[in-house]
């Protein structure tokens, strides 16, 4: 049912059409959808049409379209990210009101770290993570807790990728990451200086679903790259032990 | 295109799919989904396996679904709602600071008001309101700030259907919402006691895009109902002036 002549779905077609929207592309034309979205400019015509019809997309005056308020809210209502969220965010707020840095909360979607939450003091340092953005699992702090914390299978299906350097610093040696992720499951956290950008070091904990549950998330601090990190470890694992508290609760 | 017998698009039945998840039902069977949406099961059936395929819709090994990170992700990462609570946040916080009880900020969708942010005190008082919920327009004291800056189009649409009581003291009288929203435009603030819940006073405020622009959101503040609102309207109309440098800021 409804599939092209080159098989994708309907929805990977809207799924297409939506991802050609991100944080730098707010606001775009039918044309620049077509092209990014590789679908011939009829197609995108109707499904943008249908999309701004059920309020997915909102279209201007001058025809340009971006994305509805509704998406937003069909997205979060139900959602474990808001469910997530909203129990770490008073603990996040602790944790930033002491390290007065940058303090941000990572699932693993799709072989990534994804940002669900981030909270930066006006006079924090360098750091390049965005809300509903991504990183790197092996090159994050944040990532490497989930990556440390991941099936076996998926820890191996991304280790055995070419692994992206995104700083000098980078550790890109998949030996070198199995036995640093076996340290992090020991220890308890990592502590990953210039690995995202040369200027700052990550601190991360995982969050567990109940206290011995799975991780689902990873809670972490950036710092300035010369900062020390013992002060922050110990916030990090207070506001993991209250996150999972919180999410217990009824 | 796509289009099902009934004449409803496959959009459109996608949404009615997303639309049954919500703060109370985050996981569901497929047959829930399909009673929910009024759908056939075998197409139940189909749209969520296609969800799925694209990870807007995650299934556990019992075969229950809930909604994906990947929807959340493609819904926030171009959203409008990510960048005016990115901007709202570090204001709603000083408010929070200082107030106490409950801060909030919502946008107009759908001639209702959608709450896009909330921050609470662990000790405030009631309040109902969700992120990603809606209230009624002339019942909420942000939906009535919404209301008298909306175009008069809306504002008359809103005020010829029947009014809604969420409670003893919610205006339903059309006239005197009239007069109401008026004084609202020239104060630039609305209090209102008990019109939500008779135990709780909410204080809006509007905030625009640009100093003079058009009101985007509505900040408010819920109080128990006899504490004093003036040290809030300061509070809020600080805070509106703050996040309207922000989105102004590139």
Redesign the interface.
Known sequence: ??NSPSGD????R??RV??T???D??VQTIADIARRAALPSSTAQ??VA??A????LERDEDGRV??G???????????????LR?AA??FM?GVQARVREHTQLA?L??DEA?F?ER?SH?LAGANIT?????LPLHASSAGLVLLAHASPALRERVLSQRLRALSAETQTDAAVLRTQLERVRREGFVIAPGTVETVSTGVAVPVREGRRGPVIAALAVVLPRDAPTAGAVDELRRAAAGIESALAAP
């Open positions: 049912m409804a779905s309907m929805t990977a809207i799924v939506l991802e929207f991100d944080a592309r707010t109707r499904i249908e999309l019809a059920s309020g997915l971006r994305l308020m509704r998406l937003w809210e069909l997205a979060l209502r139900g959602s474990l990210a808001l469910r909203q965010l008073p707020e699932v979607e799709q994804l669900i909270l006006p965005r809300i509903a953005g991504r």
